[in-house]
C-alpha cells in the first residue's frame, strides 16, 4: 500500500528574500507542513511519537530546486512515507505549483530513533511496528 498526501501550502510574505523569490531555506518548511499533513491522515503524529517516548530527529535532507516560487503562489506538497526494513521514517516530496501544476522541487528526509535517553534506536520501536501494521506494510 502506497501511503502518501497532498497538502496546499500558499506562499506567505515572509517565506520570499529581496529577490521576491522563495528563499532556499523555506523548502523545508514546507516538507515540514507535508509530513504533519500526513501524520494527520495517517495517525502518526509528532505527539505519538513524543507519547511513545521516542524523539525522531532528522539526519539525513535533501532539496533539489527546479523552478522558483513567489509570494502569493500556491504549492501542492506531495509527501510519500518510503518503507525501509531499518529503525528509520523516509519520506519523499515533490512540490507543484497549484496554477499550472509545474515540478518546482523534489526532495527526501530521514528520521531516526532515539529514546529518551537520546540513544539510537537499532530496531524498529513497538509503536512504530504497531502503525506498519495497522497500515499494511509490514
Known sequence: MELVTKTEVRIRFSEIDPLGIVWHGT???????GREDFGRKYD?????????GLITPIVKLDVNYKKDLKYGESIIVETRYVDSPAAKII????????SDNELVT????????????????LT???MFEAWKLKWGIT
Not at 91 to 96: A, E, G, S, T, W
Open 44 to 52: 502518526l503524529n509528532y505527539l505519538d511519537y513524543f507519547k511513545a
Open 91 to 98: 519520506f519523499k516530496y515533490r512540490l507543484y505549483r497549484a
Open 106 to 121: 523534489t526532495g527526501s528526509s530521514t528520521q531516526v530513533f532515539l529514546n529518551e535517553k537520546r540513544q539510537l534506536l
Open 124 to 126: 524498529i520501536p513497538p
Open 27 to 33: 523548502y523545508v518548511k514546507y516538507f515540514e507542513d
